[in-house]
């Protein structure tokens, strides 16, 4: 007879309840022989960790001001800059980063917000999680999804844009979930923001593989000018975001 035990330091404790568990049983005394052989206790390898799950958020119009002479690109600026035939660069960003990531991490979860919002420059790395929004997206989908991906679980969100829509996303998520900024939008002053698109992707890989860890940060927008006053940032929320600081944008302050 051969029992299997997975416990080495307890082979005699083991012995004696197999020997019991047997004679209760059959209502006999063992008399046959029998061995225990230890099954070896394997630990977990990094192919066997969960693989890290993440969010992503593009914001479509993002910079399209600031080619257009703009200073923003919030509700009419974007549609002004439109008419003005700029050309979009958040989905041209978010690539930039994500060729980083995806070298970094080519098998992670992620769950992108739908269409130009996400998903159709994160199917061009991974089989992403698709949530879908209206179309065309406004801060309403950016929120929305911030807040799915947060009941996702998500461990980080990296979105495109600038301020706004770090505003947006942090509005719900809070310091809850860190933020990686890949810049893409006319006013950046919060300190959620890679240096580049590909130091934003630098940021992420790190973090998701648990090499860096995350900080508080103030999250910064500027109000439109007025002719009387100079545009300031000013202080809408808190966020975290991974900390690297040679990756890292730092937050202006007024």
């Not at 103030?218 to 940032?233: K, N």
Request: hydrophobic letters at 40%.
């Amino acid at each position: 007879l051969v029992f299997w035990c997975s416990y080495r330091d307890q082979y005699f404790s083991h012995r004696t309840h197999c020997l019991r568990h047997l004679e209760c049983i059959d209502h006999q005394p063992l008399d046959a022989p029998f061995y225990i052989l230890p099954v070896p206790v394997t630990t977990p390898t990094a192919d066997s960790q969960p693989r890290p799950v993440w969010g992503l958020i593009v914001n479509p119009v993002a910079g399209l001001g600031g080619s257009a002479g703009r200073h923003g690109s919030d509700g009419e600026l974007a549609s002004q800059a439109m008419a003005l035939r700029a050309k979009p660069i958040a989905g041209v960003r978010a690539r930039r980063a994500l060729v980083r990531l995806a070298a970094s991490l080519p098998d992670s979860r992620v769950v992108a917000a739908g269409g130009l919002m996400g998903e159709d420059v994160a199917r061009e790395f991974w089989d992403a999680e698709v949530l879908p929004v209206e179309s065309p997206s406004s801060a309403r989908d950016t929120r929305s999804v911030a807040r799915a991906m947060q009941r996702r679980g998500v461990k980080l969100i990296v979105f495109a844009g600038g301020d706004g829509t770090a505003s947006d996303i942090a509005s719900v998520v809070g310091t809850d979930v860190p933020l990686v900024g890949i810049p893409t939008g006319v006013k950046m002053h919060s300190g959620v923001f890679g240096r580049t698109p590909e130091s934003a992707g630098e940021l992420a890989a790190q973090f998701l593989s648990g090499e860096t860890e995350a900080r508080t940060t103030d999250v910064l927008d500027v109000a439109m000018p007025r002719a009387e006053a100079a545009p300031a940032p000013e202080e809408l929320g808190v966020a975290t975001v991974p900390y690297w600081r040679e990756l890292l944008h730092r937050a202006k302050a007024s």
